[in-house]
């Protein structure tokens, strides 16, 4: 018999705080009194709407975002809160997270945009797949429009109709709506430091030096180090064996931060890899999900010249 995934996905629309708060009143209350982590990651008004309701409780509220938020990744946004809610929840200790995206997304321009909501919340239905969370996604009924009812109906499995969440027969699958909404590119950060070409498995060892090279001189920790050649490598492998075979390695470093890309010619035959946990007797499909547990950011995107995967690290 399979197990019902305990994580959950809703959203609501709201017209004014208190009408929010009333709606998810049940779910609210119940997480407080259980003792569950619940995070809100919402603006001033919505904060002081919880505390009134919540009073003396609302101490067991962590205000913020769970994962720091990157506007131009909604897959990092995924991955680094499940990385973290993943460290903070178990079979005895459940979450739960109130989003708005006006406070998660960040002041870039790309962040108020329904597509790019979208790749979050797609990428969250991957990323948080089998962890004890429910995820709320706010939005304020001043802001829906067209573009935003299609990020709202494909992206969540449950909608809030007044106070009680029913399902939603628009929801799409996660692979649907990352297939429809392509990732964006990442910012251009003019010209590489350094630039080398890789060709065939053989070429890994070489990889590997230059990245531990380029880890070193920006000034990582040798924990760093060894997590970036293992990420790299990683990436490279990944590239030589599923793409074209060879492809191009380009780094921008400075100290304290390092930045690599990896380019080649072949186009993903997925979506958004890396973002599932791999089933833990797999041998396979850990490249790139480890990878992304060893960055800041790692952001993968196709175009007309190939696929390209952007690591980021700091010190």
């Not at 990732?183 to 990245?211: H, K």
């Amino acid at each position: 018999m399979t197990t019902p995934d305990p994580f959950r996905h809703l959203a609501v629309i709201y017209h004014d705080a208190d009408d929010l708060v009333a709606t998810i009143t049940p779910l609210l209350d119940a997480a407080v009194t259980r003792g569950d982590l619940v995070w809100a990651a919402v603006d001033h008004p919505l904060r002081e709407a919880v505390e009134r309701h919540l009073g003396d409780r609302a101490r067991e509220v962590v205000f913020g975002e769970p994962a720091r938020p990157y506007t131009y990744s909604g897959q990092t946004t995924a991955a680094r809160r499940a990385a973290r809610l993943r460290e903070l929840v178990d079979d005895d200790r459940a979450a739960l997270i109130l989003s708005d995206s006006t406070t998660v997304g960040g002041s870039g321009p790309q962040s108020s945009a329904p597509d790019y909501w979208s790749v979050v919340d797609a990428s969250c239905n991957l990323a948080l797949a089998g962890l004890p969370v429910t995820l709320i996604c706010l939005c304020a009924a001043a802001d829906v429009s067209d573009d935003t009812d299609r990020y709202l109906h494909w992206n969540h499995p449950e909608l809030f109709v007044g106070t009680t969440a029913s399902p939603n027969p628009r929801y799409r699958s996660p692979d649907e709506v990352l297939a429809s909404v392509p990732a964006p590119p990442a910012p251009p950060l003019g010209p590489p430091s350094e630039q080398a070409t890789f060709t065939g498995a053989r070429a890994l060892r070489g990889v590997r030096q230059a990245t531990r090279r380029h880890g070193e001189e920006a000034g990582l920790s040798e924990e760093q180090v060894d997590g970036l050649v293992l990420a790299i490598g990683e990436l490279v492998s990944n590239s030589v064996e599923h793409g074209a075979g060879h492809g191009t390695l380009s780094w921008w470093t400075r100290p304290g931060r390092i930045v690599a890309q990896v380019h080649d010619v072949g186009h993903m035959t997925g979506t958004t890899p890396g973002l599932r946990r791999p089933d833990v007797r797999s041998t396979r499909g850990r490249g790139v999900w480890l990878a992304r547990q060893l960055s800041d950011v790692l952001h993968i995107w196709s175009g007309a010249d190939g696929t390209h995967v952007r690591l980021e690290l700091g010190a």
